[in-house]
């Protein structure tokens, strides 16, 4: 009779614990799932965060050695290339080296280029 009744007990609680850890379970899915429709599948926040983060590696981009070097390789060709245009193409050129440097200082520039950098932005 006592032995009886532990095996019955013994039973229920090996059938009572996979109910409750599937409950667990089942409980973390659905909270996990609500959280993830209630913050758009964290588009939000991505959102928010994707251009402040982009930016900042811009502008960390713009400080490398490779990018100075190679858009001082290019204000030189393009500079070249005006030294070498008819007087009907120059203005067109300078106005490219005006956009494409207008966020550079003179003091960035090699003294070389700077003659044609500060005729460029006057014209």
């Known amino acids: 009779m006592y032995r009886d009744e532990f095996n019955q ?12 850890a599937m409950a667990v379970l089942a409980f973390m899915v659905v909270t996990y799932g609500l959280g993830f429709i209630a913050t758009g599948g964290d588009l939000a926040i991505y959102r928010f965060w994707a251009p402040k983060q982009e ?6 981009y713009e400080q490398t050695k ?8 290019r204000l030189n060709s393009l500079c ?12 067109m050129l300078q ?23 500060k005729s ?3 014209q």
């Not at 007990?9 to 409750?20: A, G, I």
């Not at 930016?55 to 960390?60: E, L």
């Not at 106005?95 to 950098?117: H, I, N, T």
Request: glycine fraction near 4%.
């Open 80 to 91: 070249s290339q005006i030294n070498a245009a008819d007087s009907e193409h120059k203005p």
């Open 66 to 73: 490779s990018y100075r070097q190679g858009s001082i390789q």
């Open 95 to 117: 106005d490219v080296v005006a956009q494409e440097f207008a966020e550079w200082s003179s003091a960035d520039v090699p003294d070389y280029l700077k003659g044609c950098l």
């Open 9 to 20: 007990t013994q039973r229920d609680f090996y059938w009572s614990l996979p109910r409750v």
């Open 55 to 60: 930016a900042a590696r811009r502008q960390v």
């Open 120 to 122: 460029a932005r006057l």
